[in-house]
Structure formats: structure tokens, C-alpha cells
């Protein structure tokens, strides 16, 4: 019984009613934050108050939020969000994380080093076997990818390989 | 007036600007790398554009326009290769060239449909320029007419119009819009550049940059969400990719000059429609193929269009490329992109110091009536790509999305640092990619959202001037005129049909 109302629950958040309460609620909370801030009062010199168009904004997207929980296509589910599980919201934000590390890592030691690590990593976590063949386009597609840069003009991070690169 | 719009020596300029050999060069790579794009499934136009629009930086504006025209009309173009070879359109412009375009391969006809979709690409493509050249000057002079009442308006009205024809659910559409409006109100403000929506954060004080939200949006959150399938459904993968392989095997007689001339009428069908979908924000390349082809269906049951006939193929694609040069319209004659992939032209044209706005006639004649020849050159090279590499990117749809998915995100990071050598750009992209994929999971349209991004400063100073001039008076500045009034009456009246009518949905179901 516990169970079946955790699922009915779960398909209520899952709904564009769960997901217009879910708006409503952050987007009222950011509407009090502006009220609260200084500058959104402020007058300018043409009398415009500086926080009409954010105040204005979030009003509206309050207003829509609030349209999804009470029209007639409320008990709707979207398609990618039936499907969307825990663990693959996880692995959304993890390749968020790891690009970001990448570039970080790229900043440090350089693009030519960086990115067949994060190539080899990225292809065989998504399934790209077997190795030999990883390794291969990894850093195959880094020499592609820095010759046209180069040809482009445009400079990549060398990191500890500065001044070592002819071009 | 007109003769202030027409400027020849601003076309002899804009000849010297295209006439070039780095243009051509520009042109081509980009028709090359815009067809693989369109005929990879998974990648987009708009994904292609957003990834090379940082890299134009270094260009002039010629070969700019040349690299990403070639690569939108490309893509268009490309994606009626994956949707006949194998069933799967390598875009969603190309959805509706499956249901007679696999058709036609399952009967031994793939390459006489493949070529069908080029010439009938290329046909709606070079007379939709031509319409695009004719009308984007009038309207252009009617822009001008218009005061900065009239301009807010016309910027409501565009927001409206995407807001409600976006996406299934207007009201997602519209939260979408009003989401663009409040991240284009971060950082300065447009007329007395105070700070504002900062949140405390300094690298805020110069606002949301729109090369990294673009990227975000438009590249990083399909290749999450692809990511995320993969992930998931990995085997699923593998079965689909030996189907391919199966259907490759197929080739076929080429296309009579006779077949061709045979569905003049289904290609003027998708030509007009195309262009008014083009034309209208919010609407776009899916839409305009997809009414072409009911469109030519219902006119012409006799031809039994959806059995496996190329008048369909005609019709869809004609359709879908004839919105390209039309999408650029609203652009050039307002300041307000007809579409995504417009929006990114447009934030390239705003790299090269020329912003978009209702005197870019006035303002960067040459640089408009450059983008008129290559529209018009585009069509050529892309017909030559077409027909010579057409067999090497049917073959492009079987690379893998385990290299395709980790190559997309390398480009995205390294193309949003490397625009201006900001860190903190690349913090943008990113969590504009995860936000552009929650959007998709809750099917909120991500167009509105960078449209309106782009086109919000204009409304704000529009609205400011109008106040300013008219000392205050809100009523004053908002309804001065006959035209102002009706075209908040516009606004009122299109949004509640768009919801009574329920438009949206009608258009998201014809999909």
C-alpha cells in the first residue's frame, strides 16, 4: 500500500501539475529575494525602477507556473520525464562534473595532454570498446581538433607543453 | 527613404566582401561540416552553429556568414540522408522525409530519394532566399517607421508569438519566453548601466554572455541527454546501428529529369509554407516540413503521398529548407531572429560589431547584402556537396554516439573559453547544458528562451526611450499610437487564439 502511494506520489511530481507546483514555489522564493534587494526599488534617472523588468519577469513565469497546476492538461506526464530515473539525473550532473574537471585539468597541464585523458575516459564510460580503438580516435580526434584550432588562429591551453609546440 | 535603404555602393562593397577565396573556402567547409552535422542523428543545425559561432571570432564578418550559413543550410539539407537511408532523421526538420523516403529505400530506391531531397532542398532553398531578398528590404522600411512604442510592441509580439507556437503547452512556451526575459536582466541594465540581478557574484556585473548560454542550450543539453540514454539504453544502440548496415547495402536508380519536373507542385507547396514558417518566430523548419507535407497530401490524394512516393520527399523537404533564408527576415528587418539557428546568426553578427536591430539596413548595408549572396551561393555548394559526398554521409549517421557524444562536449568547453579566454564562461555553458536538459525532460521549448535572452535589452531600452520622450507617462508611452494599440490588440488576441485554438498542440500533434 506504502509502496503504491510513494509510486502514485512520485508520478504526481512527475506530472505538469507536480511540475508547476515545483516552479511556482522557487520562482515565488526569487521573487521575495528581489523585493527584498535595495536596487530593485531604486529609481533611475528616466524614473524607471530598476527592478521592473526582473520583478516583471518572474511574475510572469510565476503565472505561467501556476497555469500548469490548474488547466486541463495538469495530470500530464512528459515522455523524457516518465522515463528520467535517479541514477540518470545523477549521470546528467556527473558529465556536467567531469566536463567541468576536464577543463580545469586542461587549464593546468594543457589541451594536448587533457584531452585524449578525458576522450578515452568519456568514450569508454559510454560504452566504446575495445581499447586499442578508444586510444586510437582519442588521439586522433585531439591532433584533428588542435590543427584546425591552429589553422583557425585560435590559441588552446598549452599548459607544461608551452613553448614546446612549434605552432 | 528607399533610396537611403538602397545603397549600390554598399552591393559593390558587399561583392568585394564575398568575392573571395577565404569566403568560398568558409562556405564550403561549412555546407561540409553542416551536412555531416544534419546527417548524424542526435545533432541538430542549431547544435552546429552554436558550436562554430565561437570560433568565428577571429574571422571577417564574409567568411563568418559563409562558415555558418553553409553549415545551417547543410544541416537542413543532411538530414533527409539519415531519415532515408535508415529511417532515422539525422534532424527533426527531417522527420517528415521518412514516411515516404525509407519508404522509397525499402523499395530499392534509396539513392533516387536522396537525390529528390537535394534538388527539392536546393529548389525551396534558392527561391526562398529570393522571396527572403525581396520582402526583408520592405519590411526593413516599415521598421523604420516605427518609434520606440511601436518597437516595444513588435518585441512583445515576437515574445508572444514564440511563446504560444513553441512547444505542446503554451503555457511552457511562455514560461520559456519569461525565463529568457529574466536571464537577459542579469548584470547591467541597457540604458543607465546599474547593476542588478548580480546575486552578489562579480563575474555577473557584465550579465549572461550568449555565446556560453547558447552552447549550453543548444549543444550540452542534447549531449547530456544522449549521455543519459546511452548510459541506459545501450543495447537498444547496437541493434538499431546492424539495421543500418543492412539498409546502406541498398542503392538504386538516380532521379530522371522528368521525376524531378513532376512534383513542381508539392516543392511550391513546401516553398510557400516553408517561407510563412519561416517568416513567423516560433514556428521554424519542423513545423514548415511537416505542413508542407500534410499540406501536399491532403491537395493531391491521387499522388499517394506517405506510400513511398517522391512528390513527399519533394514536399518535406522543400518544406524545411525553404524556412532557412526566410527565418532571417524578421532578423534584419526588427532585430527579432525567426528561430534558434537565426538567434545564433545573429549573436555571430553581434560578435562582429554588427547587432541586428530595425536599422541594419541603414546601419551595415553591406554586411546585409553579403548575407544575401551568400545565401544565394550557399544553395550552389551546397548542390555540389550534396551530389558528390552524398554516399560518404550516408554513411556518417553509423559513427557511433559513444565518440560523437565526448567530441560535442570538447568543442563546447574549448569553443566557449577559447571566444574570450573566460573561465567563468565555460561555468555558464555548463550549467546552461544542465538547465537546457531539464527543459527538455519537462518539455519546456528552449527557442523562447534564447530568442527572448537576445531580444529583452531592445525591449527594455525601447520601453525606456518611450518613457523618457513622453516624461514619465506610462499610458503615453505604451499606447501613443494607432499602431502601438493594435499591436497590443495583436498580442492579446493572437495569444488567446493560439490557447482557444489550441495551436500548438495541433502543430506538436501534426509532428
Known amino acids: 500500500m506504502e509502496s503504491k502511494n510513494e509510486k502514485r506520489k512520485s508520478q504526481w511530481l512527475r506530472s505538469n501539475q507536480g511540475i508547476g507546483v515545483i516552479m511556482t514555489v522557487m520562482f515565488t522564493g526569487l521573487f521575495i529575494y528581489i523585493q527584498l534587494t535595495p536596487w530593485a526599488h531604486r529609481r533611475l534617472r528616466d524614473k524607471f525602477t530598476l527592478g521592473f523588468f526582473p520583478t516583471l519577469a518572474v511574475a510572469l513565469m510565476i503565472f505561467f507556473s501556476l497555469i500548469l497546476i490548474f488547466d486541463s492538461r495538469r495530470r500530464e506526464i512528459p515522455p523524457r520525464l516518465e522515463k528520467l530515473t535517479v541514477s540518470g539525473f545523477l549521470s546528467a550532473v556527473l558529465a556536467v562534473v567531469v566536463s567541468w574537471g576536464y577543463f580545469a585539468f586542461m587549464s593546468e597541464i594543457g589541451f594536448l595532454i587533457a584531452t585524449p585523458a578525458f576522450l578515452l575516459l568519456a568514450m569508454y564510460a559510454l560504452g566504446l570498446k575495445?581499447?586499442?580503438?578508444?586510444?586510437?580516435?582519442?588521439?586522433?580526434?585531439?591532433?584533428?581538433?588542435y590543427a584546425i584550432f591552429a589553422l583557425m588562429g585560435i590559441e588552446l591551453p598549452l599548459g607544461k607543453l608551452s613553448g614546446m609546440i612549434p605552432f | 527613404m528607399f533610396e537611403g535603404m538602397f545603397q549600390p555602393e554598399a552591393i559593390v562593397e558587399a561583392f568585394h566582401m564575398v568575392l573571395s577565396l577565404k569566403v568560398l573556402y568558409w562556405l564550403v567547409v561549412g555546407v561540409v561540416i553542416g551536412v555531416g552535422v544534419g546527417a548524424m542523428p542526435g545533432l541538430t543545425a542549431a547544435t552546429g552553429v552554436a558550436i562554430m559561432v565561437p570560433l568565428t571570432f577571429t574571422m571577417n564578418t564574409a567568411s563568418a556568414l559563409g562558415l555558418l550559413i553553409g553549415l545551417y543550410k547543410g544541416a537542413v539539407y543532411g538530414g533527409s540522408i539519415s531519415a532515408i537511408s535508415f529511417s532515422t532523421p539525422g534532424t527533426p526538420e527531417a522527420a517528415a522525409?521518412?514516411?515516404?523516403?525509407?519508404?522509397?529505400?525499402?523499395?530499392?530506391?534509396?539513392?533516387?530519394?536522396?537525390?529528390?531531397?537535394?534538388?527539392?532542398?536546393?529548389?525551396?532553398?534558392?527561391?526562398?532566399?529570393?522571396?527572403?531578398?525581396?520582402?526583408?528590404?520592405?519590411l526593413a522600411l516599415i521598421a523604420l517607421k516605427f518609434g520606440p512604442t511601436e518597437r516595444f510592441w513588435l518585441v512583445v509580439?515576437?515574445?508572444?508569438?514564440?511563446?504560444?507556437?513553441?512547444?505542446?503547452?503554451?503555457?511552457?512556451?511562455?514560461?520559456?519566453?519569461?525565463?529568457?526575459?529574466?536571464?537577459?536582466t542579469i548584470g547591467t541594465d541597457p540604458v543607465g548601466l546599474v547593476q542588478r540581478m548580480t546575486f552578489g557574484i562579480w563575474w555577473l556585473a557584465d550579465g549572461i554572455n550568449l555565446i556560453p548560454l547558447m552552447i549550453g542550450i543548444f549543444a550540452i543539453s542534447g549531449m547530456v541527454e544522449g549521455a543519459v540514454e546511452l548510459l541506459r539504453e545501450r543495447g537498444i544502440t547496437k541493434k538499431a546501428k546492424e539495421s543500418i548496415s543492412a539498409a546502406l547495402l541498398r542503392g538504386g536508380p538516380g532521379l530522371t529529369f522528368r521525376e524531378y519536373i513532376r512534383a513542381w507542385k508539392e516543392m511550391l507547396i513546401g516553398l510557400f509554407v516553408g517561407s510563412f514558417a519561416g517568416m513567423l518566430p516560433g514556428l521554424g523548419a519542423t513545423v514548415g516540413a511537416f505542413l508542407s507535407y500534410s499540406v501536399a497530401k491532403q491537395v493531391f490524394p491521387k499522388k499517394k503521398i506517405g506510400t513511398g512516393v517522391l512528390e513527399g520527399v519533394a514536399a518535406a523537404e522543400s518544406g524545411n529548407n525553404a524556412t532557412v533564408g526566410p527565418t532571417l527576415i524578421p532578423l534584419l528587418a526588427f532585430g527579432i531572429p525567426g528561430s534558434s539557428t537565426a538567434a545564433l546568426i545573429g549573436g555571430a553578427l553581434m560578435i562582429q560589431g554588427a547587432t541586428p536591430s530595425p536599422r541594419m539596413f541603414e546601419l551595415y548595408p553591406a554586411v546585409v547584402y553579403s548575407l544575401f549572396m551568400i545565401l544565394l551561393a550557399g544553395n550552389v555548394v551546397n548542390l555540389g556537396v550534396g551530389r558528390v559526398l552524398g554516399g560518404l554521409y550516408s554513411r556518417l549517421g553509423r559513427l557511433p554516439r559513444e565518440i560523437l557524444i565526448p567530441l560535442i562536449f570538447m568543442m563546447a568547453i574549448i569553443g566557449s573559453y577559447s571566444y574570450q579566454g573566460n573561465k567563468y564562461d565555460v561555468v555558464v555553458m555548463l550549467a546552461f547544458g544542465l538547465i537546457g536538459y531539464g527543459m527538455r525532460a519537462?518539455?519546456?521549448?528552449?527557442?523562447?528562451?534564447v530568442i527572448t535572452f537576445l531580444i529583452t535589452p531592445m525591449m527594455e531600452a525601447n520601453l525606456r526611450r518611450a518613457l523618457l520622450i513622453n516624461r514619465g507617462d506610462w499610458l503615453e508611452a505604451l499606447f501613443h499610437s494607432p499602431?502601438?494599440?493594435?499591436l497590443c490588440i495583436a498580442c492579446f488576441a493572437l495569444s488567446f487564439l493560439a490557447i482557444r485554438l489550441e495551436v500548438s498542440k495541433r502543430l506538436s500533434m501534426a509532428k
Not at chain 1, 130 to 145: D, Y
Not at chain 2, 157 to 184: D, E, N, Q, V
Not at chain 2, 442 to 449: K, Y
Open chain 2, 442 to 449: 519537462v518539455r519546456i521549448p528552449d527557442a523562447p528562451l
Open chain 2, 483 to 486: 499602431l502601438a494599440i493594435g
Open chain 2, 157 to 184: 509580439l515576437a515574445c508572444t508569438l514564440l511563446g504560444t507556437l513553441s512547444g505542446a503547452h503554451p503555457a511552457k512556451g511562455m514560461f520559456s519566453a519569461a525565463l529568457g526575459i529574466f536571464l537577459a
Open chain 1, 130 to 145: 575495445p581499447w586499442r580503438h578508444v586510444i586510437i580516435v582519442a588521439l586522433l580526434l585531439t591532433v584533428i581538433v
Open chain 2, 97 to 138: 522525409t521518412v514516411y515516404d523516403g525509407y519508404k522509397l529505400m525499402q523499395q530499392g530506391k534509396g539513392r533516387k530519394a536522396i537525390l529528390m531531397a537535394l534538388y527539392a532542398s536546393i529548389t525551396g532553398d534558392t527561391l526562398s532566399d529570393l522571396i527572403t531578398i525581396g520582402v526583408a528590404p520592405a
